[in-house]
């Protein structure tokens, strides 16, 4: 089977630093940080006060108050990043056949907050008096859906469920549709919007959110006082076309998906492996794809929870994966800025490293202070780094084991 070329022409986000691409990259060379005191509701009984939120978000500057009124904040942050990220690649379905164009978006949870209020309606009304649009609102798939509504996009519709990893996942599979012939253009990402009084609870209880009440000390991926990560929202979606059907048009071109790797470690169910294999054959796996090898890959994007025992197993299979070359190469961890967007992180994190590759940056790992012996590879502690980057990996791990890497290649005509 002929392997196609893909490549990315469009790109749209609203994450905790920027409500666009534009904004965010900028915000995320400058070493900006998104955490910050919870607005969305009050938080004051709980152990954990701070997230990264979106700031400033107005549905209404983007979208009809009718369509509004349908759409969950998680969907509507996926609607106006597919909006962005089609006119930023100038792309028309007029340019395209509608079968062969597709969507596939990813959340982890959904319409958490429309779940909440929509049980405190039903205690309080009895259950006949939920809203009729409850389930076609809060359903995690239902940010794909209407972006293809609104796209017109009638071809494959999907959303990968897989936690943390979903949003690699997303662009990891829209790749290989296209690049085996069943796609030629794929709006892709992840979306979420979780930071609710349920979602911060109940990863409270688990021990996974950091209980530090300073923004700057709070997502320390990497460093030896790291305790837990901090909850993010937002959105990130990317069109992808096949080579020649972008250079037909003229499109410019970020960079090229050249690998995809997906494993599942088949341990635990919140734990990785403590010795990185899972996550390791990810990252093998989408280097062998690429036809490339490991000591060609110069930057890696990296989960980088800020988890005890995240970051230190990322470290390890980071190790496994390439051996001497581990030394050599920068991996950093942009969740320093952004929290941890779940079902979005591997989204976000798939448009920053591409417009690292094309920038030849290196973004840092901020707020990094304490030296850990478990997480010591060339992390970019605080400063941000310009270097010649021409394959650069981006990392995704989830709940569940699920394990994600995606392998971006510079793009040069």
Not at 111 to 128: F, M, N, P, Y
Not at 134 to 147: D, E, F, K, L, V
Not at 328 to 356: D, N, P, R, Y
């Amino acid at each position: 089977m002929e392997r196609r070329r893909v490549v990315i022409t469009g790109l749209g986000a609203i994450t905790p630093v920027g409500l666009t691409a534009v904004e965010s990259w900028q915000a995320v060379k400058d070493g900006a940080c998104g955490i910050a005191p919870i607005t969305q509701f009050d938080p004051s009984d709980m152990k954990v006060k701070l997230a990264a939120e979106v700031k400033d978000f107005v549905p209404e500057n983007y979208l009809p108050k009718p369509e509004i009124k349908r759409m969950g904040r998680f969907t509507q942050f996926a609607v106006v990043c597919a909006m962005e990220a089609m006119a930023d690649a100038n792309f028309t379905l007029d340019e395209a056949e509608a079968d062969r164009c597709g969507v596939i978006v990813s959340s982890g949870i959904g319409g958490l907050s429309i779940t909440e209020a929509e049980h405190d309606r039903g205690k309080e009304r009895g259950w006949d008096r939920v809203s009729p649009f409850y389930i076609p609102t809060g359903i995690c798939n239902m940010a794909a859906g209407q972006i293809a509504i609104r796209t017109g996009f009638r071809g494959m519709c999907s959303c990968p469920v897989t936690a943390c990893t979903g949003g690699t996942n997303a662009v990891g599979d829209a790749f290989h549709y296209i690049r085996d012939g069943y796609a030629d253009v794929m709006l892709c990402g992840g979306t979420e919007a979780a930071v609710t009084p349920l979602a911060i609870g109940g990863f409270t209880s688990m021990k996974a959110l950091s209980q530090n009440p300073d923004p700057n000390r709070a997502s320390i991926p990497f460093d030896k006082e790291r305790s837990g990560f901090v909850l993010g929202e937002g959105a990130g979606v990317l069109l992808l076309e096949e080579l020649s059907h972008a250079q037909k048009r003229g499109a410019k071109i970020y960079a090229e998906l050249v690998g995809y790797g997906a494993t599942c470690d088949a341990y635990h169910m919140t734990a990785p492996r403590p010795d990185g294999s899972g996550a390791a054959k990810a990252m093998e796996m989408a280097i062998r794809d690429a036809g490339t090898t490991p000591d060609q890959v110069d930057y890696i994007n990296a989960h980088g929870t800020s988890t005890p025992l995240n970051d230190a197993g990322e470290t390890a299979a980071v190790k496994l994966a390439f051996g001497d070359h581990a030394r050599e190469l920068m991996m950093s961890s942009t969740k320093s800025m952004t929290g941890h967007m779940l079902g979005a992180a591997g989204a976000v994190e798939a448009i920053f490293t591409a417009l690292s590759l094309r920038d030849g940056y290196a973004p840092a790992t901020i707020h990094y202070e304490v030296p850990d012996e478990a997480c010591d590879l060339d992390v970019v502690p605080n400063e941000g780094r310009s270097a010649d980057l021409h394959y650069a990996l981006s990392n995704s791990l989830g709940f569940g084991g699920h394990n994600g890497s995606i392998l971006l290649k510079k793009w040069e005509d």
